[in-house]
C-alpha cells in the first residue's frame, strides 16, 4: 500500500501556475498515480492519471520522474474556482482507493 | 445521463434511529463504491459492488453498517442505531470497471448529522 504525503495546504494569487507534489516512496511497480479535485459538498472528480513521464490534458498536467517516488501536479494559470483540495492516489492493487488522504487544500485569491 | 445522484443529500436523525441512503449510479457502470468522508480528511472506503455482487465489505466500520445493490443497479447504504461519530458525508460512486482504467465518477453525497 503507496502512502502519499502531500503539503496539507497551499495559497496562489490568480494567474499563476501552481504546482503541488505527492510523495511516494513506496509506489509499487503496478500502480498509477491519479489526482482528484474536490469542491465542498462535492464528491471528488478526477483531475489526471499517469504512470511515468508527463501526461497532459485540457486542465493540468502531470510530471512524475523516472523513480516514480513522487508526482507533480500542475495547473497553469490558475483563477478563483481552482479554489479546493486535491488529492493524490496511487494505491490501485485492489483496484479501488483505500484512503484519499487528507489532501493539499489550495486556496486561489485575487 | 445525470451522473451519480445521492438522495437525501442531508439527513439529521436521532442518536439510535436508523438510517439508509440511496445512490443511483451512472446507468452503464457496473461497479459502485460507498467511501464516508469526515471534516477535514478524505474519503475512506467503505464497500464496493461489482454488478450485484458486494466483492468488498470488511472495511464496513461496524456490523450496523449494511449495503446491498439488488439489481445490479442503484443500491442502498444503512446504518443501524446510529451513534454520533457516525456523523459525516457519505458518498457514493461508479465506474466502468477498475478505478486505475476507468476513474470514478462521484456523487454529491449525503450528509448526515447523528444529535
Known amino acids: 500500500l503507496a502512502k502519499t504525503t502531500q503539503p496539507i495546504s497551499m495559497d496562489s494569487y490568480e494567474g499563476q501556475e501552481v504546482n503541488i507534489t505527492c510523495s511516494h516512496n513506496?509506489?509499487?511497480?503496478?500502480?498509477?498515480i491519479t489526482w482528484y479535485q474536490q469542491f465542498p459538498s462535492q464528491g471528488p472528480r478526477f483531475i489526471i492519471q499517469?504512470?511515468?513521464t508527463k501526461v497532459t490534458n485540457e486542465v493540468a498536467s502531470l510530471f512524475i520522474p523516472a523513480d516514480r517516488k513522487s508526482s507533480t501536479l500542475s495547473l497553469p494559470r490558475v483563477s478563483l474556482s481552482d479554489t479546493a483540495v486535491y488529492y493524490c492516489?496511487?494505491?490501485?492493487?485492489?483496484?479501488?482507493?483505500?484512503?484519499f488522504g487528507k489532501g493539499t487544500s489550495l486556496l486561489v485569491t485575487p | 445521463d445525470t451522473g451519480v445522484s445521492q438522495d437525501p443529500r442531508h439527513k439529521i436523525t436521532k442518536r439510535g434511529q436508523n438510517v439508509t441512503f440511496r445512490c443511483d449510479p451512472i446507468?452503464?457502470?457496473?461497479?459502485l463504491y460507498w467511501y464516508r468522508q469526515t471534516l477535514g480528511q478524505g474519503p475512506e472506503f467503505l464497500t464496493y459492488?461489482?454488478?450485484?455482487?458486494?466483492?468488498?465489505k470488511s472495511r464496513l466500520l461496524s456490523d450496523r453498517f449494511s449495503a446491498e445493490r439488488p439489481k445490479g443497479s442503484f443500491s442502498t447504504l444503512e446504518i443501524q442505531r446510529t451513534e454520533q461519530g457516525d456523523s459525516a458525508m457519505y458518498l457514493c460512486?461508479?465506474?466502468?470497471?477498475?478505478?486505475?482504467?476507468?476513474?470514478?465518477?462521484f456523487g454529491s453525497g449525503t450528509r448526515l448529522t447523528v444529535v
Open positions: 460512486a461508479s465506474s466502468l470497471g477498475r478505478e486505475v482504467d476507468y476513474g470514478y465518477t
Open positions: 513506496n509506489i509499487a511497480t503496478n500502480d498509477y
Open positions: 499517469g504512470y511515468k
Open positions: 492516489l496511487v494505491d490501485w492493487d485492489s483496484g479501488y482507493a483505500l484512503n
Open positions: 446507468s452503464e457502470h457496473n461497479r
Open positions: 459492488f461489482q454488478n450485484e455482487a458486494q466483492l468488498e
